[in-house]
């Protein structure tokens, strides 16, 4: 791919934004017919977003993962921590007994150290994203016409969260030895319950925050069921402006909810306790030699076992990926669409950082080594996964970048011209790119991820569905998420969105979906 010099003003000169004068929330102006993803902006204007109104499944549905989607999580360490991670023999148990008895005595129990390690953790974060110097990152035009300002130092944070990590605990030779390197996996079921517990406080802190000081009131979305904005999210881009102005952070953009909770917490959090995670099992066998395992064909090394090697490299590469890309990341759903609610909150402090490491924990549980050939067929799998991934994001943003003055895999990039219209009645030209990966389908990026996520569940062998979940999991929730990415990019582009989907008619599998 190739950058061309001239960029569009419409996408890609992300200068400090002029705003209009802001409209007042758009609460009552909202369309009441179900699923519409258009609504009206102030004065009249069409607009997109979020604009679900909760029909009574859609409002139960979200209540009850509010209350039972914690329950996932404990439920596999319970059966990693008494059932070898068989999450059918613990159901068996359950239902033999008759009672809940086998899941209730087997989870964790919470500790003051989980909450203080958790305390220590958020604080350094936030500090980190506020303060460290990075480049300016500007993301996607709001619905009510804001392009907000942050401080893209993912990747500087991810390596010097990692430094420190190594050097401060007890990891090498040359590191300080203040903690030991497995502190994760040492307390590990603490942390559950206090992530967990952090995910309802800051959803709450969020919901709350969004009635009595939003920062960008005229962004908000409102339902008028309270379940539902507790879970989806009101507010768009919550941030947190009261940080004293020190050198970088001068602009006073202070830190931003969903780009730190998303990035500094979850992501980064994953990326430690796997490597926690994989020094752990490389202690545990040095002083176990011989440690039998009836899970793995091939005997177990008396230090770390290439699963788990091949699993921690799979992962840091997506990892530091999404640290490097930060910039990019500001421009995919997450920023761009999502507001902040209980299932960031929750899911990015929880469900991501625990349900995503799945894999590491069940290795440690039931250590493998895989064969060669199994351990390259995944190890390519992986390989192939994520460059498809990197290159088709990387498309996307280039061509959007470019304003479509660029080439793409050596010709000149296709794409059907768009328009849309911010809340404030100002109307903006955009692209969607039919060339590249984006011809072959219009998300060959989740059809790649995907890839990437069966390739980390293999590396777990094949004896266990649990650590299959991960990619289940992902699955559905990409197909659901490419659900409401048509159809809110539909009511967005409106026929422009129909004559793309004419050209590029697969979603994610060419000729197949
Ligand atoms: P995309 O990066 O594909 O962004 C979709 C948006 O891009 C659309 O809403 C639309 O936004 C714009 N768009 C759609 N089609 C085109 C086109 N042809 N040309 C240009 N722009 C287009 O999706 P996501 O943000 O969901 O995902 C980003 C990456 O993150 C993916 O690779 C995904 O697999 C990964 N991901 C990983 C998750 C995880 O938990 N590991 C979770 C979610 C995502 P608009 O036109 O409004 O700008």
């Not at 303060?131 to 993912?154: D, H, R, S």
């Not at 309802?200 to 920062?215: C, D, F, G, N, S």
């Not at 752990?280 to 788990?308: C, D, E, W």
């Amino acid at each position: 791919m190739k950058r061309a010099t001239r960029t569009s003003k419409a996408e890609a000169e992300p200068e400090p934004p002029v705003l209009p004068p802001a409209p007042a929330s758009n609460e009552k102006d909202e369309k009441k017919d179900g699923k519409t993803v258009e609504f009206q902006g102030k004065g009249g204007a069409k607009t997109w977003g979020r604009a679900h109104k909760p029909n009574f499944m859609g409002a139960l549905a979200v209540y009850l993962m509010i209350i039972f989607c914690p329950i996932l999580p404990f439920y596999a360490y319970a059966s990693c921590s008494a059932y070898e991670c068989s999450i059918t023999n613990l159901a068996q148990d359950i239902v033999a007994t008759q009672s809940i008895l086998p899941f209730w005595n087997n989870i964790p129990t919470p500790s003051v150290q989980g909450f203080q390690i958790l305390g220590v953790w958020v604080v350094f974060q936030a500090l980190v994203y506020v303060y460290l110097p990075g480049p300016k990152g500007y993301g996607q035009l709001t619905p009510a016409g804001k392009k907000l300002e942050y401080n893209v130092n993912g990747f500087s944070a991810y390596l010097l969260t990692h430094v420190l990590f190594v050097f401060l605990s007890d990891m090498t030779p040359y590191s300080a030895g203040f903690f030991p390197a497995t502190i994760i996996a040492d307390h590990y079921s603490s942390l559950l319950w206090a992530c967990c517990a952090a995910g309802y406080i800051v959803a709450t802190y969020a919901y709350i925050k969004a009635r009595v000081a939003p920062t960008h009131p005229e962004d908000r979305k409102f339902t008028g069921n309270f379940v539902f904005d507790y879970f989806w999210g009101v507010e768009f881009n919550p941030r947190e402006q009261w940080f004293p102005k020190i050198g970088q952070n001068a602009s006073g953009e202070g830190l931003d909810w969903k780009l730190y909770w998303v990035g500094r917490h979850g992501m980064m959090g994953w990326s430690l306790i796997n490597l926690s995670l994989a020094v752990y099992q490389h202690r545990f066998l040095a002083a176990h030699p011989g440690h039998p395992s009836k899970f793995s064909p091939v005997a177990l090394p008396s230090h770390i076992t290439n699963s788990m090697v091949l699993l921690n490299v799979l992962h840091t590469i997506y990892i530091a990926d999404f640290f490097y890309n930060e910039d990019w990341y500001l421009r995919t759903i997450d920023i761009a669409h999502d507001h902040f609610g209980f299932m960031f909150a929750w899911g990015d402090s929880t469900w991501l950082t625990f349900m995503y490491a799945l894999q590491s924990f069940y290795l440690i549980n039931n250590p493998i080594e895989l064969p060669p050939v199994y351990f390259w067929t995944v190890a390519a799998l992986g390989f192939v996964g994520y460059a498809i991934f990197r290159i088709t994001n990387a498309q996307k943003d280039l061509a959007r970048s470019t304003n479509g003055n660029c080439t793409i895999w050596g010709k000149p990039a296709t794409f059907v011209r768009a328009e849309y219209t911010t809340s404030d009645g100002v109307k903006h030209d955009t692209l969607l790119l039919t060339s590249g990966f984006w011809g072959i389908a219009r998300h060959m990026n989740y059809t790649a991820d995907l890839m990437g996520c069966l390739a980390y569940c293999m590396t777990c062998g094949l004896s266990h569905a649990m650590p299959y979940f991960y990619v289940i999991y992902m699955t559905l929730l990409l197909l659901g998420r490419n659900y409401r990415d048509e159809s809110r990019c539909s009511g967005k582009y409106g026929d422009k969105w129909k004559e793309y989907c004419k050209q590029v008619p697969y979603v994610l599998i060419p000729g197949i979906f």
